[in-house]
């Protein structure tokens, strides 16, 4: 599905904009989620969620869209968690934990990486991986993030484009899970926005060593990579880099 729609400005000139629409997550047929997405990788989207949310008990046998208005509902057959049968989300595309309801339910736990493990890479490669990434919706509309997942040599395995940056790497994650691909020791996730903590939280709980964006990081960011033993770079662009966390892995 298209990631953008055109539409006609005041001026009369066609413009393209990214697509908002809602995707209601079902597990084996209860619904679980709703958030809003760009269509598109939207089982991709709903196991990266399940996963990232440390929701689920079990493997993965099957997802994809439901038969009623398929566009706009996917099934994941997968068993749960206790947990996650008392709780329900509603995610936004510009927060990813607005729907939860107690901060108990904000923190997802996460194995601490060992600071000697993952890949040690050169500051100028993660420096130029913002310009590596695929970005066509970008180009087309400049209203959609991205996250690509390369590795520790800087080439490209997948990346997702969504209006919300959690979702782009929901999706990103949910297919390296749908590949057997988890955790990713010795891969790098980037991101093409600013570094919030729900990112990282979802990149640890992938076991992703390494973690860079365009833009800056937030305090609480900094402070949950150098707990979880994630290398953590901000301000990727041309050949600059800054490093707030993880540094043995920067040469």
Known sequence: MLSHAPVLRDDG???????????EIRVRG?????????PGHDEELAVGFL????LLAGPVLDAGPTEDFANNIVNVDAELTADARERRFYTTSSCGVCGKGALEEVAVHAAPLDPDD????????LAALPERLRQPGFDATGGLHATGLFDADGTLIHVREDVGRHNAMDKVIGRALLDGELPLAGRILCVSGRLSFELVQKAAVAGAPILVGVGAPSSLAVELARDRGLT????????????YAGAARVR
């Open 51 to 54: 996963h990232g949310e440390g």
């Open 232 to 243: 953590l770079a901000g301000f990727a662009r041309g050949d600059r880099v800054n490093v």
């Open 13 to 23: 000139v066609e413009d393209r904009v990214a697509i908002e629409e809602p995707l």
């Open 30 to 38: 209860r619904a679980l989620a709703v958030t809003m997405r760009t």
């Open 118 to 125: 993952g890949p040690v890479v050169d500051r100028a490669l």
